[in-house]
């Protein structure tokens, strides 16, 4: 069913206040579910008393005001107000001001309060204060093929889903954060690196360096990542458990889809690290200390893709970990840090083992 039709368009400026809300308001909020089930509420022209005023005036002098349309949902937090102006009108900040006390009210406490007027209809957060930009602005004309900007903040659904209120009553991770985060995205670098190549206890990596064209690839890859690659960080978080100890959940990126396949067949694409201190540190004289291991085993014939080109078969069974420790701190809405990474290899039937080092930088983005 559509809001908007060529005669409204043409005669919509001409609107009292009363024909806005019969030809825009009414079918609007009818669209959006209210009235709708039992566990829905529209409510119309509900007065508001405002419990102060100035000089020694009776109570019946008490300033007072009076909402066009209330809505939201039954007993649960989730609800906004809807302040209806005529067709000709402007909307102005003294309108957002009254609509945004109204949805504040003590006996409201509404997330959302809503103008329209001949040309556009509007959408504020309440929270967000009466000076602030509105989060939907849509004209009049495109209510209908916009109407989905109204209904993902509106509708029933969204304020059951979005505006139910929280508490964090567990010990939070440090000045400015609860007691979680969520890590949005993030860089880390490879600045130093370095491998070992030991047979039977004995370091031969000179030796096997000149004889085996591997390693010599091993070396371009380890450079290019080094070099040339941005190495980045997907997603991922910071909470406390049960007990209330910080631990901390990353998620890697490849920087090609062969070491993206690479990293998942070792494990080694998302790592979970934990700390044994109380807060997260916000000076990077003394960062934190978050630590991480996994294990990896993979069996004779397994094809390992490389870097770039196709994938290679591993010679014997190998079983391998890896040991992260990463130095944090929290520097505004990022944590910011360097982490030094040991990964060694076990060919178990030949005794080869190989050990690599590698040392770097990382910036991880939150979500505050």
């Not at 005023?53 to 939201?72: E, M, Q």
């Not at 916009?146 to 993902?152: T, V």
């Amino acid at each position: 069913m559509a809001i908007i039709n060529q005669q409204i368009l043409d005669s919509v400026r001409s609107y009292n206040e009363a024909e806005i809300r019969f030809h825009i308001v009414d079918p609007t909020l009818k669209m959006l579910g209210y009235p709708g089930g039992d566990d829905v509420f529209l409510k119309l022209e509900q007065m508001l008393e405002y419990p102060y005023h100035i000089g020694h005036r009776s109570k019946k002098d008490l300033p007072s005001g009076r909402t066009d349309y209330r809505a939201g949902l039954k007993g649960r937090r989730g609800s906004f107000i809807v302040e209806a102006k005529a067709g000709n009108a402007i909307i102005s900040q003294s309108d957002v001001e009254q609509a945004h006390s109204y949805a504040a009210h003590a006996k409201v406490g509404a997330n959302y309060f809503v103008l329209c007027d001949g040309s556009k209809i509007v959408v504020y957060e309440t929270l967000s204060g009466s000076e602030c930009s509105p989060l939907v602005e849509l004209p009049i004309r495109e209510i209908d093929g916009k109407f989905h900007e109204l209904e993902n903040l509106l509708s029933p659904t969204y304020l059951a889903r979005h505006c139910q209120v929280k508490y964090d009553l567990h010990l939070k991770l440090c000045d400015g954060l609860g007691s979680s985060v969520n890590i949005q995205s993030g860089e880390y670098g490879m600045d130093y690196w370095a491998y070992r190549v030991l047979v039977n206890g004995a370091d031969c990596t000179t030796q096997l360096k000149s004889k085996a064209p591997q390693f010599t690839d091993l070396d371009k890859q380890l450079e290019m990542m080094a070099s040339v690659f941005v190495l980045n960080v997907s997603d991922g978080f910071t909470a406390r458990d049960a007990d209330g100890k910080m631990y901390a959940q990353v998620s890697f990126s490849g920087v090609t889809k062969n070491s993206m396949a690479a990293m998942k067949l070792l494990g080694i694409e998302k790592m979970t690290f934990s700390s044994d201190e109380k807060f997260l540190s916000t000076d990077k004289s003394k960062p934190t200390v978050f630590e991480s291991t996994a294990d990896f085993s993979l069996v004779r014939g397994t094809m390992i893709p490389q870097l770039f080109g196709g994938a290679i078969p591993v010679d014997a069974n190998v079983d391998g970990d890896v040991f992260v420790s990463a130095l944090i701190h929290k520097d505004g809405d990022q944590l910011i840090g360097e982490y030094v990474a040991l990964a060694v290899y076990h060919f178990g039937s030949v005794n080869v083992k190989i050990e690599l080092d590698f040392l770097g930088k990382f910036g991880l983005r939150l979500i505050t």
